[in-house]
């Protein structure tokens, strides 16, 4: 059973750049059956997709969020990573990590990390 | 880019009820449309992808419909362990956006 986690500090400064780790345990990050993705969502609101990454390295992000984005594979660790730099307070949400399948029609997102909590504030 | 609208955004029902959620896409995006159940403090959970698929070990009185733009959740019977926030995705390209969500509770 693939298991997924979030980790990263929990709060983090106006302007700075947060950075979340989401460690994979039970299967690779590197099997070419998953795309990996990270969503994020602010207390009492809907969610929101961020980007994510394949195995060939390839990204997409969400464009209200792609010049701050940027999400990689650390392969040796079994780890995928999110950084959002200049981050305001209106970034402050849960931020999840998710696995969905590369099969085109099966690219829903079926395994969930349990979120973890950023706060930006000073 | 697709923009994905819920309604109703809200909606009370009674025990045994049919409950019907729609999605609209702004755009045609064929069958690549997910629906998730997120209960209050829980990780969202994937109920039907392919507009129509159930997830495997999802309880059979979910269902969904549509192609195209217009697209539908149906619960059959409403269960008190039902209440919840639901929300549609699409999928067929990235941007992979989420619909607003619709809030389910029981009257």
């Known amino acids: 059973q693939v298991q997924l986690q979030e980790s990263g500090p929990g709060l983090v400064k106006p302007s700075q750049t947060l950075s979340l780790i989401c460690t994979i345990s039970?299967?690779?990050?590197?099997?070419?059956?998953?795309?990996w993705n990270w969503v994020r969502q602010p207390a009492g609101k809907g969610l929101e997709w961020i980007g994510r990454i394949y195995s060939s390295g390839t990204t997409n992000y969400n464009p209200s969020l792609k010049s701050r984005v940027t999400i990689s594979v650390d392969s040796s660790k079994n780890q995928l990573s999110l950084m959002l730099t200049s981050v305001t307070a209106a970034d402050t949400a849960v931020y999840f990590c998710?696995?969905?399948?590369?099969?085109?029609?099966?690219?829903?997102?079926?395994?969930w990390g349990q979120g973890a909590l950023v706060t930006v504030s000073s | 880019d697709i923009q994905m609208t819920q309604s109703p955004s809200s909606l009370s029902a009674s025990v045994g009820d049919r409950v019907t959620i729609t999605c609209r896409a702004s755009?045609?995006?064929?069958?690549?449309l997910a629906w998730y159940q997120q209960k209050p403090g829980r990780v969202p959970k994937l109920l039907i992808y392919?507009?129509?698929t159930l997830q495997s070990g999802v309880p059979s009185r979910f269902s969904g419909s549509g192609s195209g733009t217009d697209f539908t959740l149906t619960i059959t019977s409403l269960q008190p362990e039902d209440v919840a926030t639901y929300y549609c995705q699409k999928y067929n390209s990235a941007p992979l956006t989420f619909g607003g969500g619709t809030k389910v509770e029981i009257k």
């Open positions: 392919a507009a129509s």
């Open positions: 039970g299967g690779s990050i590197s099997s070419a059956d998953y795309y």
């Open positions: 998710a696995r969905s399948p590369s099969i085109a029609i099966r690219q829903a997102f079926d395994n």
């Open positions: 755009q045609g995006i064929s069958n690549y």
